[in-house]
């Protein structure tokens, strides 16, 4: 084959392996469209398999049960210190990942869509260039971009492979559990990550510069995670900005602003965000375009202003979610095929696992609040649960953002043991428009931690059991 010949066409093109390439190429597939998926890594799964939510709940998991085993000694279970095998643990989440990825290698040959390992570059609206083995171009009639996000770097630093310095991708592949971490970012990833080591043993230090940590969740859902964190993390120092940071033989030495002296630690991990990994594409060759944060712009069909072109998942941005990624995936597709189809999604869940978790959708109070939006908040404290009680988990609350007037549900937060779990419920409620009364006279069982959701908007109701009615000029009341 000669380099850069034509070699072929194909009907749909996507770019990407991860959560929105694959979910596109699968549903494309079973619409019956000839499919083919670029990929540069071996295997398909992206970032969220590999790099990231994959492997940080599973090694979460294990950070959970270390704290769940100590959690039992009020019953009177007592296990001792944990014995951990840290290079076990890297095995079962290595395990995990192939265990996965293979699901995903067999999917794919069972519906037809061709797996191609290499890298993309737009030379039109309907051509690219494919690096791989054998170089070659690809004509297409409609293109799928999920090339999805890259870890934001801290300025004036760059990542080595094996370096103390790391972005989340290389926190998941240490070899062994510093005995200090540094994390620099107060947000979900920078807490998980501090959760994970933290619980296996390393002292973790947080640097946040921000006067809080996780900014865009509502404070009193924050309030029982940051009482777990006091105790769990060795320091957390919020307004403040690292302005130094260099390796040494010795670690990494960390410089915080107002303070001349710097402070040692084994590792440290930058996790201040994602940006979008538009770089290297060739879509000045197109007529995609990027908004002013540099993501591809789309319309609600997932359609860039190229006709032939459109893209999915972290590399449109809003929220950089993989089950967004996968609803936009397969709205591209269904697009093409000729179905009426749009992402028009009224709520999207967002869930910290970190332990307590954090799980919230929809309007936060706090937002109502900086919008002047007259609302009604509800809270239903788990400490009135017989399930919490039972688990011992009696710091979560279940709250609920309502219009006053009607009673329609705006937003849900839950903060407490499997609160990722029980957010479904409440997406699912405003996605169908639901109102207080339809969830609070939903039966669900007892004793679980779902009860707190129908006793939450029975609290609105003024219909709750296991708390008294709220008064009209209660404080949760917002305007």
């Known amino acids: 084959m000669v380099v850069g010949e034509l070699s072929e066409e194909v009907e749909v093109l996507v770019i990407g392996g991860g959560a929105g390439g694959y979910a596109a190429a699968f549903r494309a597939a079973d619409l019956g469209l000839d499919?083919?998926?670029?990929?540069?890594?071996?295997?398909?799964?992206?970032?969220?398999?590999?790099?990231?939510?994959?492997?940080?709940?599973?090694l979460l998991y294990a950070a959970e049960m270390v704290k769940a085993a100590g959690e039992v000694e009020r019953m009177g279970i007592r296990f001792g210190k944990p014995d951990i095998d840290f290079?076990?643990?890297?095995?079962?989440?290595?395990?995990?990942?192939?265990?996965?990825?293979?699901?995903?290698?067999?999917?794919?040959?069972?519906?037809?869509?061709?797996?191609v390992q290499g890298r993309a570059q737009f030379e039109s609206s309907n051509e690219v260039f494919l690096s791989e083995s054998e170089s070659r171009r690809m004509r297409f009639r409609h293109a799928i971009l999920a090339t999805g996000s890259l870890p934001n770097n801290f300025p004036g630093m760059s990542f080595e492979k094996g370096s103390r310095i790391m972005?989340?991708?290389?926190?998941?592949?240490?070899?062994?559990?510093?005995?200090?971490?540094?994390?620099?970012?107060?947000?979900?990833?920078?807490?998980?990550?501090?959760?994970i080591y933290a619980s296996l043993g390393a002292r973790v230090t947080v640097v946040e510069m921000m006067d809080r940590l996780m900014a865009g969740v509502d404070r009193d859902l924050m309030d029982p995670l940051i009482k777990e964190l006091d105790?769990?993390?060795?320091?957390?120092?919020?307004?403040?900005?690292?302005?130094?940071?260099?390796?040494?033989?010795?670690?990494?030495?960390?410089?915080?602003e107002g303070d001349d002296a710097p402070q040692t630690f084994d590792q440290a991990l930058i996790a201040v965000g994602r940006h979008p990994n538009?770089?290297?594409?060739?879509?000045?060759?197109?007529?995609?375009?990027?908004?002013?944060?540099?993501?591809?712009?789309?319309?609600?069909?997932?359609?860039?202003?190229?006709?032939?072109?459109?893209?999915?998942?972290?590399?449109?941005?809003g929220k950089l979610l993989a089950h967004k990624a996968f609803h936009e995936g397969r709205v591209a597709a269904e697009v093409i095929a000729g179905k009426p189809s749009a992402f028009d999604a009224r709520a999207i869940p967002k869930v910290v696992f970190t332990d307590p978790q954090?799980?919230?959708?929809?309007?936060?109070?706090?937002?109502a609040e900086a919008e002047g939006r007259k609302v009604k908040v509800v809270r239903f404290p788990w400490s009135a649960s017989g399930r919490a009680v039972c688990m011992g988990q009696t710091e979560g609350v279940t709250k609920m953002i309502l219009d006053p007037d009607t009673?329609?549900?705006?937003?849900?937060?839950?903060?407490?043991?499997?609160?990722?779990?029980?957010?479904?419920?409440?997406?699912?409620?405003?996605?169908?428009g639901a109102v207080a009364e339809d969830v609070a006279l939903t039966i669900h069982p007892h004793p679980t931690l779902s009860e707190t959701l129908g006793e939450a908007a029975g609290a609105f109701l003024g219909t709750a059991v296991d708390i008294l009615p709220q008064r009209e000029n209660d404080p949760d009341s917002a305007e």
Request: charged share 25%; aromatic share 4%.
């Open 35 to 58: 499919v083919t998926l670029v990929n540069a890594e071996e295997r398909p799964g992206g970032v969220c398999l590999f790099r990231g939510c994959i492997p940080s709940k599973t």
């Open 87 to 115: 290079n076990r643990l890297r095995e079962v989440r290595d395990e995990v990942i192939n265990k996965l990825a293979t699901g995903l290698e067999q999917l794919a040959k069972k519906r037809g869509v061709r797996l």
């Open 167 to 195: 972005d989340s991708s290389a926190a998941l592949k240490i070899e062994k559990i510093p005995d200090s971490l540094l994390i620099i970012g107060g947000g979900y990833i920078g807490l998980e990550f501090g959760t």
């Open 231 to 256: 105790g769990l993390f060795e320091e957390v120092h919020l307004n403040t900005k690292v302005s130094d940071l260099k390796e040494t033989d010795k670690g990494v030495e960390a410089t915080f």
């Open 278 to 317: 538009t770089e290297n594409l060739g879509l000045e060759n197109t007529k995609v375009e990027l908004n002013e944060k540099g993501y591809v712009t789309v319309n609600e069909r997932q359609q860039t202003n190229d006709k032939n072109i459109f893209a999915v998942g972290d590399v449109v941005g």
């Open 358 to 367: 954090i799980a919230w959708c929809g309007l936060t109070q706090d937002a």
């Open 407 to 432: 009673g329609r549900i705006l937003g849900v937060g839950i903060v407490g043991r499997n609160a990722g779990e029980m957010i479904s419920e409440a997406v699912l409620a405003m996605e169908m």
